[in-house]
C-alpha cells in the first residue's frame, strides 16, 4: 500500500464542472492516484514554526474526492470514534458544493479543522476505507481539514446560535477538546455556560502541547472565539479545587462538567533524572509553544541545545523531537525501547520526523543520567532492549540485555506519558477515582459518582485523542441536556 | 462567587516600596482572598508577554477581596512589576492561591527564621502558629538595616523577636543561624521551626537544626511555569524522592531536601535571565514614567496587543 508521502503522484485532468460531480465509473475513481498535499520541505521548515502541510487546492480536493466510491455501507464511518457522514462531505467536495460540505461535516464534529490536521486517520476512518483495500485510502482526514479551512478562510461559518434559553448553568472545568466541545453543545440546547481554565489561554493541549508547525493556534483561537460569540462565559487562570471548590461550583451550577486532561507528567525516576537540561516533554512544549520560547521577545528562557535525546515513542515524544530541532539542535536522538512497528505515534509525524533528521535510536532505553560540574545532562547511559512475548497492550515487551551504550547529550526530554491532573480528585469528596487517579465515568453518559457531575476526555480515559476527548464532550452534554430537562439520575454504572 | 475577569480583578490596588529593591503590591482578588492559606502562592503575569512568575501571598483582605505580595527585584520580571506596573493598572493574570497550605496546630513552641525577603512569606505563618496558641518566637535578618523588612509587623506578630544583620548595622551583628543557636541555648529546644529566606539561609538553618535535632519547615523556591502540576519544571528531591513543590508543597521537611540539587536547578537560566535583565535596564533607565512610553512603543512596534 502507498502512503500520502508518494511525492511523484500526478494530479489527472478531469473536467471539474461548477456545481456538479463529473460523471465517473468506479473503476476511473479507482484509478485516480491519492493526492498528495503540497508541505514546507524539510530543509525549510526545521528553520521555522510554520505549519509543515500547506493545504489542498480546490480541484485537488475535488478530484481527491472523487476517489470515494460512495459504498452502500460505508465502513470508513465506523473507523470514525464520531461518526462523521464521510461519503456525505465527500460528495459535497466532489461537486464543489464546499459550503454545503462543511454542514455536513460539522453535523457530527465541531472541530474539524483541528480533527483534520491530528486525528490518527490511518488508525480510524481511512483504515476501514474500501479504497485502501487495493489502493491508498480516500485522505478523508486531509479533506476534512480542507473543507474546514475553506468555511473559515471564506468567512462562510455559520455562528453558533444559542438555543431558547432554559434557564440553567452549567459550568465546565477545563477549556481542552472536551470541554470545548460540551460548551458549544450545551450552549446550542439553551444553557448558560461557564468554562473555567486553569491556564491564561484555553485549549488545553491543543494550545500548550502540539506544535504550531502541526496545529496553528489561529485556529484553535477562532473556535474559542466562535464559542465566546454565542455567549459561553470564559475564565482563564483559575484553579477549580484551589480558585474555586467544586462544592462551590455545585452550589452555584445546575450541572459540571469535568474535562481537566491528563496533565500529569510522568518521569523514570532514573538516577540523575532531576539534572537541568532534563525536561518532561509537557515542560518543554509549554516553554516554546504557551510561553513562545522561540521568540526572543519572549521573556520565558528554553535550553539551548546542541545534542537533544528524547524518550518515548508516541505523538508527544515526535513533537519534542522536532521542536528540538527548530530550537536549533544539531543532533536529535529519539530513543524508544522497541521498534518502529510499536511506536504509537501517528505515521505522519513519524515520517516528518524523519525527513527531518530526527535520529531513530530503536530499542533503547535510558537507565541514568549524568551531568557536568553545572549540574547539566552531559550524558545518558541507554540499555539495549530485545523485544519478547507480546504484553497487555498486545505489543511485544522490550526485555532488557545488560548492553549499554552511552548518549552524548545536553538536553534530555521525557515522553513518556501523562497521568490525570490529582488537584481535583484530591479536593473533591465522594468523586470515585481508578487506581491511577482517573475519573470514574459511566460509558454511555459520562455521569461520575457525583449527582450533578459528568467526566470526560483524558482525565477518564487517560492520555487518548482529541477525536475520543470531543466525543466525550458530546456524550456529556447530551446526558446533561437530558438530566437538566427531566432532573432524573439514574443508578450510575461506573466502569473499571 | 467572583471570577477572575470582573471589573477591577487583577488590579493593583496599592502599591509601596519598602526598600530599595523590594516593593509591596495589593493587587485585588476576590476569590483568592477568600481562600487563601498560610503558605500558599499565586502565579503572576504583568503583561501578556511576561513571563509566569511565583510569589507568595504575604497578607491578604477578605472584606477588602485583595492579597498582599511583597517582591524584591531580582531581574527582568520582578524589575517590570517594580517599575511598570502603577496603581490602576491590571495584571496580565494572577492565578491562585496555589500549593498546600502550612499545616498549622498546636505544638508548644515555635522558632520562626525569616531572612531578607523571606520574612514576608513568613509572617502569615507566624500569626497561623499564634493564633493555634503557639509560643512563637522570630529571628529576622538582613545583610544590613536598609534591606530589613516588616520589622513591625514581626514585632506583634511574635512574642518575642531577634534581629540580626550581616554587617551589625542593626540588632545584633551576625547571621540568622548564630541568632538561633542563642534562642535554643537560651530557651531550649522548640518543637518547630519554620525557616523561610535565601536557599543557602534555609540550608545553613537545616544543618544546624539538623544537628540539634530540631524538626524543621522550609518553603522551596524553583523554577516554576505553570504552577498546576502539568510540568514538572518545579521538581525537587525530597527523601530521595521526587516532588513537585507547587502541587507536593511549596513546604517540606528541611531534613530532606536536596539543597544543592535545587541551587544548581535554580540557577539553570542565570545567563539568559541576567540577559534580560540588563536589556531591560539599558531600556529603561529613567524609571517608571519613561518606561510606560517606552513599553508602548514597544508595544506598536511589535504589534502585539496587551490584553
Ligand atoms: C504533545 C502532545 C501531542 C498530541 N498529539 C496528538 C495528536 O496528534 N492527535 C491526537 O488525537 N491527540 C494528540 N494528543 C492527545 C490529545 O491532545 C488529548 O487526548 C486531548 O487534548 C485531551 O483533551 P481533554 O479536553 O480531555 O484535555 P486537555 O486537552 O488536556 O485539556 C484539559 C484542560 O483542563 C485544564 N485544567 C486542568 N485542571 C484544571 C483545573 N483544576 N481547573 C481548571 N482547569 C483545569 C488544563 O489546563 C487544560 O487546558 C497529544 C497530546 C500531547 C500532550
Ligand atoms: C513558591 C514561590 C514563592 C515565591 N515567593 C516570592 C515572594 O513572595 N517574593 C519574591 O520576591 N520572590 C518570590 N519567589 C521568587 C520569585 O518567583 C522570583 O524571584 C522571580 O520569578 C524572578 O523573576 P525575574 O524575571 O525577576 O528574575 P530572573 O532574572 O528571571 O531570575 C532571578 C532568580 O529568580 C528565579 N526564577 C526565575 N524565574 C522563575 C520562575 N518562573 N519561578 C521561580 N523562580 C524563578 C531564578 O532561579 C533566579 O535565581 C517565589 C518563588 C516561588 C517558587
Ligand atoms: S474526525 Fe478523525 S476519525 Fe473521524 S473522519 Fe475525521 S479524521 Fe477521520
Ligand atoms: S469507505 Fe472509503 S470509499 Fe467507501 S464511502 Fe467511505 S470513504 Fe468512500
Ligand atoms: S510548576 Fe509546573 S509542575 Fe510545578
Known sequence: ?496 | MTANQDAGESVLVAKEFLSSKVTKYVVRARDIARRRRPGQFVIVRSFAESERIPLTIADGDEQEGTITLIVQEVGKSTAEMAHMMRVGDRFADVLGPLGMPTHIEKVGRVIAVGGGIGIAPLHPIVQGFRKAENEVIGIIGARSRDLLIMEEEMKRACHRLRIVTDDGSYGDKGLVTDALRAEVEASGKPALCVAIGPLVMMQAVSKVTKELGIKTLVSLNPVMVDGTGMCGGCRVTVHNETKFVCVDGPEFDAHGVDFDELRRRQAFYAPQERGAYDLFLKKHPFGAEHCKVHRLVDEAQRGKEAK
Not at chain 1, 37 to 46: F, L, V
Not at chain 1, 115 to 139: D, L, S, Y
Request: aromatic share 6%; charged share 25%.
Open chain 1, 1 to 496: 500500500m502507498s502512503t500520502a508521502h508518494d511525492k511523484a503522484v500526478v494530479t489527472p485532468k478531469i473536467d471539474l464542472p461548477a456545481g456538479a460531480e463529473p460523471k465517473l465509473s468506479n473503476k476511473e475513481r479507482m484509478a485516480i492516484p491519492r493526492q498528495v498535499m503540497p508541505e514546507q520541505s524539510a530543509e525549510e521548515r526545521i528553520y521555522n514554526f510554520l505549519e509543515v502541510p500547506l493545504g489542498f487546492e480546490e480541484n485537488v480536493a475535488r478530484i481527491e474526492a472523487l476517489r470515494c466510491i460512495k459504498c452502500k455501507k460505508p465502513t470508513c464511518i465506523d473507523g470514525c470514534p464520531v461518526g462523521i457522514n464521510i461519503p456525505g462531505f465527500l460528495e459535497k467536495i466532489a461537486e464543489g458544493d464546499f459550503e454545503g460540505g462543511a454542514r455536513v461535516l460539522k453535523q457530527d464534529n465541531i472541530l474539524p479543522a483541528i480533527c483534520g490536521r491530528v486525528c490518527p486517520q490511518e488508525e480510524q476512518c481511512e483504515k476501514q476505507c474500501i479504497v485502501g483495500k487495493k489502493n491508498a485510502p480516500v485522505a478523508i482526514g486531509r479533506l476534512e481539514r480542507f473543507l474546514a479551512d475553506w468555511e473559515r478562510e471564506h468567512n462562510k461559518v455559520q455562528p453558533l446560535v444559542p438555543g431558547e434559553p432554559t434557564g440553567k448553568k452549567v459550568a465546565i472545568v477545563g477549556a481542552g477538546p472536551a470541554g470545548l466541545t460540551a460548551a458549544a453543545d450545551l450552549v446550542r440546547f439553551g444553557h448558560k455556560v461557564v468554562l473555567y481554565e486553569a491556564l491564561h489561554k484555553p485549549g488545553g493541549v491543543l494550545v500548550y502541547g502540539i506544535p504550531e508547525f502541526r496545529l496553528p493556534k489561529k485556529i484553535v483561537e477562532f473556535e474559542v472565539q466562535q464559542l465566546e460569540k454565542a455567549g459561553v462565559e470564559l475564565h482563564n487562570s483559575v484553579v477549580i479545587g484551589q480558585t474555586i471548590t467544586m462544592t462551590e461550583l455545585q452550589e452555584t451550577y445546575d450541572a459540571i462538567f469535568v474535562a481537566t486532561g491528563a496533565g500529569l507528567p510522568y518521569f523514570m525516576n532514573l538516577p540523575g533524572e532531576n539534572l537541568n537540561g532534563i525536561y518532561s516533554a509537557n515542560e518543554y512544549l509549554t516553554r516554546v509553544n504557551l510561553m513562545k520560547a522561540y521568540d526572543p521577545d519572549s521573556d520565558t528562557p528554553v535550553a539551548k541545545s546542541k545534542n537533544v535525546a528524547v524518550v518515548g515513542g508516541g505523538n508527544v515524544a515526535m513533537d519534542g523531537a522536532r521542536t528540538a530541532k527548530r530550537l536549533g539542535a544539531d543532533n536529535v536522538y529519539l530513543v524508544y525501547r522497541r521498534t518502529r512497528k510499536e511506536m504509537p505515534a501517528r505515521v505522519e509525524e513519524v515520517e516528518h520526523a524523519e525527513e527531518e533528521g530526527i535520529k531513530f535510536f530503536f530499542l533503547h532505553s535510558p537507565i541514568r543520567y549524568e551531568g557536568d560540574a553545572q549540574g547539566r545532562v552531559c550524558k545518558a547511559i541507554c540499555e539495549r532492549m530485545e523485544l519478547g512475548e507480546p504484553d497487555a497492550s498486545g505489543r511485544r515487551r522490550p526485555v532488557p540485555t545488560g548492553e549499554y551504550v552511552d548518549l552524548e547529550v545536553d538536553t534530555v526530554i521525557v515522553a513518556i506519558g501523562n497521568g490525570p491532573n490529582p488537584l481535583i480528585p484530591r479536593t473533591t469528596e465522594g468523586l470515585d477515582t481508578k487506581k491511577w487517579g482517573n475519573i470514574k465515568a459511566e460509558k454511555a453518559t459520562g455521569r461520575t459518582s457525583l449527582r450533578g457531575v459528568w467526566a470526560g476526555g483524558d482525565i477518564v480515559l487517560g492520555a487518548a485523542t482529541v477525536i475520543l476527548a470531543m466525543g466525550a464532550g458530546r456524550t456529556a452534554a447530551k446526558s446533561i441536556d437530558d438530566y437538566l430537562k427531566t432532573g432524573d439520575w439514574p443508578e450510575v454504572t461506573l466502569d473499571g
